[in-house]
């Protein structure tokens, strides 16, 4: 057919509502996007240069390393929030820290921004370029460099995925636990900064909880090791500082990372419930009993009846809330914890449970869950995926509000909820064909955040705020905090080269950030 | 702890106390700086949970006479033996308040579990030591407490083959909670350990009572040493509430005490590089991760300490010692110049007018 689809992602500079979405493009729009989100004046003088940096830069690595033609330039041009494209002015592929360390040592002299890559799966746009900016792209830098069992370490560089940590150290039984869906594809580096979680991350914790050391670049080019194989600092906490960073402090090549032990094994259930209420009640319980599930996973009417249409996982579809509940231990271990959990569900008058009594049955149980997304998307082609954090008890009244949203805005949401630790994925159901709708699917989203942090929670768990929460960040925090925040950047980059065009808001970006020395 | 600080006045948190709110349903609870420490473990023993990272109390060693409170044990990222499992304070500290050198307030993180929202300030300013801001209020994760703790005991094993078992424990998948080795006249400092009259590797299990009778025999099996005995419920707790609070050190009043973190294969190398030195006597914590060690509180046993401990590509502090050693001598590592530069830099972002604990960490900043 002639239609062409592709992922984008949309932002509004009005109402600061961002999201993704699968837009069904028709070949005569091309690459044009009606919103395309502000970005940093490209500094004139360095466009003016632009053949001499290139140059300069090739002079560094090998030429092949460099790439500045425009056709080249374009699978860097956007990541994950892909509505927005920006082709930047460089990419550079280094091998090695050292040579990181030069491409900063020359930028830095230069006065030109950087914008750090990993596998650009960012869905808050963490690795946007700018026009003037060279992107440094950590993915050829993907080797594991280290993995000691005894003292349960792994040394790899940032390039290295996600999953290829835990492929390299399963064989002996042991895995890396912050586990984003993304993780296929992923790299380590690009987890640090984003201070990546997971669906293991009520009991595990996310990528700080699970760090040891990193090498660095700083701005201007000098190579620094934070920690190493040893656990807790003894200056300042550099590492916890670096994780989450968003790329504003420094460039990671190298990682060290905890290795865990896994389990000796996995069981999951399901309960089908009457309320958000009741489901909400039943997470509670469960908590106070002491057990703490190594997933907990929350799915509302909407979400439920895409998944099971989608997956035929044979999910109740009379149920208004269903959570699913994984366990770790020994099989009678397993069965000790299924049985407590499922006799504390029978106390809130559960529509249905279902408790595996095997992998397989497992595997079953999750099949929905899992193709949630793809599940959304075959029900309506386009939808926002919202990243929003509320306190677990405030969820049966956020979802009420929420649906009063959907109703007022005209527009279906379903609900995917990590019960364990109140993140919050609202997908919002909108058709790109029409633009008001569009329209309302940002202000939508927007209002969810606003009112995930109104309810005492936060403005994002896990994607991060990259350009997409940029503007909202004054719904946080105070201008005294931004401040704060803005000094403690600036001490690591008093230029602001590194990833200026993000999570602060654009205007004060402009007016506070120093100009290139 | 740390260098002796000049300083006109001093900002007391005593009066800032209370628990301002506690939802252990959502594993959080907030409390005000000045909050007595055992107040808020006695508030969540009423709940069946504690707070995750074990720390210690330090009134023994220190000789301090005021109860340790939240606000300190964050400004120190004081942890316990569970740390090496579950994390430090500085893995559980979800949000803050403070009051920085500008006189500003600011929180950074929130009361919830996950915050990728901006810059991590919890992080930057748990264990701080008061250098960077005064924390007012901080929200810490909380977990529920086991419903049972065992312990393997292996005994008779040297620093370095202690280490290994404990290695081999904390790669099991029993999830050992807590992991130490004690030399012969460390353990004799616990009555419950005593007994053995010989070095003891221990491994901590805290699960659901039948869980904690299974995974210390699959434990005890799996590692297959010799008169391998498993310590019940009460000797447990015992034990480890004396590991937490540093019980097995032999420190005399005048001796310094350090602690040294490297990694886990390290720990037995240092220990017996200090006892060469300057007859250290110490301990292994964090599976061998974490060093004690007291000894004559002299700059020649600093040096040592600081030689071994870079050696072994790990950090130290020096935790407890005179004035005039901790005024003389460097109390944490240096930095490579590019860091302190930054370090530098972010203490200016913060206080710059250097009225917060003026070299308390580094001398002159």
Known sequence: MGKRRCAIRWFDGRTGAAGSARLLALPEMGDHFPHMIRQPEPKADVLARRDAIVDGLRALLSAEAVIAEPLLLKPYETDGLSAYRQPPLAVVLPDTTEQVAGVMRFCHQQGVRVVPRGAGTSLSGGALPMADAVVIGLMRMNRILDIDYADRCATVQAGVTNIGITNAVQGRGFFYAPDPSSQLACMIGGNVNMNSGGAHCLKYGVTANNLLGLKIVTVDGEILSIGGEHLDAAGYDWLGLLTGSEGQLAVVTEVTVRILRSPEGARAMLAAFRSNEVAGACVDSIISSGIIPVALEFMDRPAIHACEQFAHAGYPLDAEAMLIIEVEGSPAEQDDLLWRIREICQLHDPISLKVSQSAEESLAIWKGRKGAFGAVGRISPDYLCMDGVIPTSRLPDVLRRIGEMSDDYALKVANIFHAGDGNLHPLIMFDANDPESFHKAEQFGADILKLCVEVGGCLTGEHGVGVEKRELMPVQFTTQELDQQRRIKSAFDPGWLLNANKVFPLAETIERSAPAS | ?365
């Open chain 2, 1 to 365: 702890m740390l260098r002796p600080v000049q300083a006109a006045r001093s900002l007391s948190t005593r009066n800032l106390t209370g628990i301002t709110l506690y939802s252990p349903n959502e594993l959080i609870i907030s409390a005000r700086a000045g909050t007595p420490l055992a107040d808020i473990e006695a508030t969540l023993a009423e709940h069946g949970q504690h707070i995750i990272a074990e720390p210690a109390d330090l009134a023994a060693i220190t000789g301090a006479r005021e109860q340790q409170t939240l606000g300190g044990v964050i400004a120190t990222n004081l942890s316990g033996p569970r740390r090496v499992a579950w994390g430090a304070m500085r893995d559980h500290v979800l949000g803050i308040r403070a009051v920085t050198g500008h006189g500003e307030t600011i929180r950074s993180g929130g009361r919830v579990l996950k915050n990728v929202t901006g810059l991590d300030l919890c992080k930057l300013l748990t264990g701080s030591h008061g250098t960077l801001a005064v924390i007012t209020e901080a929200t810490l994760k909380v977990l529920p407490a086991p419903e049972a703790v065992g312990t393997v005991v292996f005994p008779g094993l040297d620093a370095t083959a202690g280490a290994a078992a404990l290695s081999a424990a904390l790669g099991s998948p029993y999830s050992v909670s807590a992991a130490a080795w004690l030399p012969a006249d460390a353990a004799a400092r616990i009555p419950a350990l005593a007994g053995f009259g010989q070095p003891v590797a221990l491994a901590r299990i805290e699960e659901f009572a039948a869980s904690v009778v299974y995974r210390t025999d699959k434990l005890r099996a799996d590692l297959r040493h010799d008169s391998t005995e498993i310590l019940d419920d009460a000797s447990s707790r015992i034990v480890w509430r004396a590991m937490r609070d540093l019980t097995p050190l032999t420190a005399e009043p005048a001796d310094a005490v350090w602690r040294v973190s490297v990694r886990p294969s390290a720990g037995p190398v240092v220990l017996r590089t200090l006892a060469d030195a300057f007859g250290g006597r110490g301990y292994l914590d964090w599976g061998g991760g974490l060093v004690w060690i007291a000894g004559p509180a002299t700059t020649a046993a600093h040096e040592a300490v600081e030689a071994a401990a870079k050696a072994a590509r790990g950090t130290w502090m020096l935790l407890r010692a005179p004035e005039s050693l901790r005024a003389a001598v460097n109390v944490i590592p240096p930095e490579p110049e590019p860091l302190a530069r930054i370090t530098r830099r972010v203490k200016a972002a913060l206080d710059p007018n250097g009225i917060l604990n003026p070299g308390r960490m580094y001398a002159g900043l």
